[in-house]
T-cell receptor, first 114, second 115 residues
Framework: EAQVTQNPRYLITVTGKKLTVTCSQNMNHEYMSWYRQDPGLGLRQIYYSMNVEVTDKGDVPEGYKVSRKEKRNFPLILESPSPNQTSLYFC?????????????FGDGTRLSIL | GNSVTQMEGPVTLSEEAFLTINCTYTATGYPSLFWYVQYPGEGLQLLLKATKADDKGSNKGFEATYRKETTSFHLEKGSVQVSDSAVYFCALRKGGSSNTGKLIFGQGTTLQVKP
């Protein structure tokens, strides 16, 4: 089954404790992206990757890092999480960055930073 | 800049009622347009898409037509069911070498269907 898998689904942690949210897709997609969803602000892009070893900042990259060492994986790293990073996070992938390619989303990761 | 505006929610309907969720966009060039649905506790699922003017996307009884003259992509369904209760997002994506490939989302519209 074609899917985007995120882990963990839920995490409660404390300020400053490094964490990684994993994302994996099995569709051989070149393009991957992270979004955060906040009430009243909708979904905003954090980082994206056009292909292996090619990553770039989205609209809200501060406080986050990513890597793309393999095509299927695109982890999101919070080196020193802060309470303003409490949010619902989604990983997405698409065949490429073409306009007509829909992005496929994972089930989301709800992070609470205390 | 590029943006998507959706009608405010929540929208509450009785089962079998007609649904319209309005969506308008601002963008240069020729974006593709999408509707995504988010059921409680789940991720976003693609509902339908349209890639050029006058295209009609349809799926599961929902449909939307890409209207370039009114920059709109309104979602419609003739007869809603309780199982359609969810949050609906309108989004656009632009192509081209200068674009990041991100989806630009509207705020989302919550639909509640009562039996």
């Amino acid at each position: 089954e074609a899917q985007v898998t995120q882990n963990p689904r839920y995490l409660i942690t404390v300020t400053g404790k490094k964490l990684t949210v994993t994302c994996s897709q099995n569709m051989n997609h070149e393009y991957m992206s992270w979004y955060r969803q906040d009430p009243g602000l909708g979904l905003r892009q954090i980082y994206y990757s056009m292909n292996v070893e090619v990553t770039d900042k989205g609209d809200v990259p501060e406080g986050y890092k990513v890597s793309r060492k393999e095509k299927r994986n695109f982890p999101l790293i919070l080196e020193s999480p802060s309470p303003n990073q409490t949010s619902l996070y989604f990983c997405a992938s698409s065949l490429d960055r073409g306009a007509n390619q829909p992005q496929h989303f994972g089930d989301g990761t709800r992070l609470s930073i205390l | 800049g590029n943006s998507v505006t959706q009608m405010e929610g929540p929208v509450t309907l009785s089962e079998e009622a007609f649904l319209t969720i309005n969506c308008t966009y601002t963008a240069t060039g020729y974006p593709s347009l999408f509707w995504y649905v988010q059921y409680p506790g789940e991720g976003l699922q693609l509902l339908l898409k349209a890639t050029k003017a006058d295209d009609k996307g349809s799926n599961k009884g929902f449909e939307a037509t890409y209207r370039k003259e009114t920059t709109s992509f309104h979602l419609e369904k003739g007869s809603v069911q309780v199982s359609d209760s969810a949050v609906y997002f309108c989004a656009l994506r632009k192509g081209g070498s200068s674009n990041t490939g991100k989806l630009i989302f509207g705020q989302g519209t919550t639909l509640q269907v009562k039996p």
